[in-house]
């Protein structure tokens, strides 16, 4: 009767690990995928929209307001406008490496290296407190560029 017992717990314990150990059915495995992508995607949307918000938050620290027409503190210096090269949105191409000021059409200047221009954006890298930045600036939304 002892012996029994035994078996039949063995039989029991036998029975049961291989269900433990059973490898997921391809129906199982597809959904746990998409469950991935899902999130994987979903992650790199927030982190893309972190950095999109970051970038779109800087501070201004300063501004100048420019002087009143006919007043006498004209003379004192030439407008930044005045004493820089202009630059068109063509000519980007030729500076890829080098530095230059962007005025974008909210009047915000990014000063920065040039890291790569397509027909649509140029991509500016720019130093800041933590590190270097890079982000895009879309053509329409360039107001004027200017070589440093």
């Not at 049961?16 to 391809?26: I, K, N, R």
């Not at 893309?48 to 779109?56: F, G, I, K, L, P």
């Not at 890291?115 to 027909?119: F, K, P, R, S, T």
């Given at each position: 009767m002892?012996?029994?017992?035994?078996?039949?717990?063995l039989a029991g314990v036998l029975g049961?690990?291989?269900?433990?150990?059973?490898?997921?059915?391809?129906q199982q495995d597809e959904a746990r995928i998409e469950e991935i992508m899902l999130a994987e995607a979903v992650a790199a949307r927030d982190a893309?929209?972190?950095?999109?918000?970051?970038?779109?938050d800087v501070p201004v620290i300063a501004a100048a307001a420019p002087a009143a027409a006919g007043s006498e503190?004209?003379?004192l210096a030439a407008s930044h406008a005045d004493t820089a090269d202009t630059l068109g949105f063509d000519d980007l191409k030729a500076r890829i490496g080098k530095?230059?000021?962007i005025i974008t059409s909210?009047?915000?200047q990014h000063r920065g290296t040039v890291?790569?221009?397509?027909?649509r954006e140029v991509q500016l890298s720019v130093r800041r407190a933590g590190g270097?930045?890079?982000?895009?600036?879309?053509?329409?939304?360039?107001?004027?560029?200017?070589?440093?």
């Open positions: 002892k012996r029994l017992q035994t078996m039949s717990l049961v690990a291989p269900a433990w150990a059973l490898p997921p059915t391809p893309q929209a972190d950095t999109a918000a970051a970038a779109a503190a004209g003379w530095r230059v000021t909210n009047e915000r890291v790569a221009v397509d027909a270097v930045a890079t982000y895009a600036l879309p053509r329409d939304q360039i107001q004027r560029i200017e070589s440093q």
